[in-house]
């Protein structure tokens, strides 16, 4: 398995599946650059601890499914299954207490051994959709 893959795979399931910002170090770039579904963009590792923590307050349970990743050069790309549980407001929408399931995907960009750059693109009308389920 390469590398690429590798850091995919402990960013989301060490990093995010367990809310562990202490491996920023290991995995990100000091200046990443992150552009999140959620309509967040984030530089660094104060700014993206923050979206962590942001993430972390709407769906405690906050889990990623990695679904494919494909990997060449200094890029890479992967698929995946986002699910929670809505414990905290977002989107202006208050704690439902909805177990949510949504799609995205997310671009990577490499450098010096580690993840510089990662833009992701998430079903948030599907997610939405589920938050205002009547």
């Keep these: ?4 893959r590798r850091f995919i795979e402990r ?3 060490d990093m995010w599946n367990r809310f562990d910002k202490t491996i920023f170090p290991e995995l990100l770039a000091e200046d990443l650059r992150f552009r999140g579904s959620l309509g967040q963009s984030k530089v660094g590792y104060a700014e993206f601890g923050d979206y962590v ?6 769906f405690p349970d906050f889990s990623n499914k ?7 050069g200094d890029k890479a790309f992967a698929k995946l299954t986002y699910r929670g549980t809505h414990r905290g407001e977002i989107f202006g929408i208050a704690p439902t207490g909805r177990h949510i399931c949504y799609a995205g ?9 580690r993840i510089a ?3 992701v693109l998430g079903d948030i009308y599907g997610l939405i959709s589920q938050l205002q389920a009547r």
């Design 105 to 113: 995907a997310a671009v990577f960009k490499f450098r010096d051994n």
């Design 66 to 72: 990695i679904e494919e990743i494909i990997s060449e």
């Design 1 to 4: 398995m390469d590398r690429n």
């Design 11 to 13: 960013f989301y399931l």
């Design 53 to 58: 923590d942001f993430v972390q307050r709407a």
């Design 117 to 119: 750059e990662v833009w």
